[in-house]
């Protein structure tokens, strides 16, 4: 008995040291980022960014925690979907991957604005998608 509740001690000891330590390291990563844009956008701007960054990071978990909550739906006819919802499938099926993927992405086109515009004019043109037109006997 005193060895369970020795080991649940420590155990407990161990995570409260782990959540103190984690506090300190992001604390340590605010106040190194509010530094680093303080003199290009004011105080004011750098605590703004500290609050983005912020943000989008607990965003982000937040819904790689919910992807992990509902779990991977498997259908059977996978085969026989489209491209657009294997891509879904996909990226509720790896979500820091796909978070990667599209943080990459959105990287890219900012550098270069003429990838949006033939991105989306891809997306909104209705020739370039295959219609299921059933033949006529």
Do not use: C, W
């Amino acid at each position: 008995m005193k060895s369970i509740l020795r080991r649940l001690f420590f155990g407990l000891i161990a995570t409260a040291a782990l959540a103190v330590s984690a506090g300190v390291l992001v604390v340590a990563l605010a106040y190194a980022l509010f530094a680093l844009a303080q003199p290009h956008v004011g105080s004011a701007g750098a605590a703004a960014v500290v609050a983005l960054a912020g943000a989008v990071l607990m965003g982000l978990l937040g819904l790689g925690l919910a992807l992990l909550a509902k779990g991977p739906k498997r259908k059977p006819g996978a085969a026989s979907q489209d491209p657009l919802q294997v891509l879904m499938a996909l990226m509720r099926e790896r979500p820091i991957v796909s978070t990667s993927a599209l943080i990459a992405a959105a990287v890219v086109a900012i550098r270069n604005p003429a990838i949006i515009a033939s991105v989306v004019k891809a997306i909104l043109d209705q020739k370039s998608r295959p219609q299921n037109k059933k033949a006529k006997p």
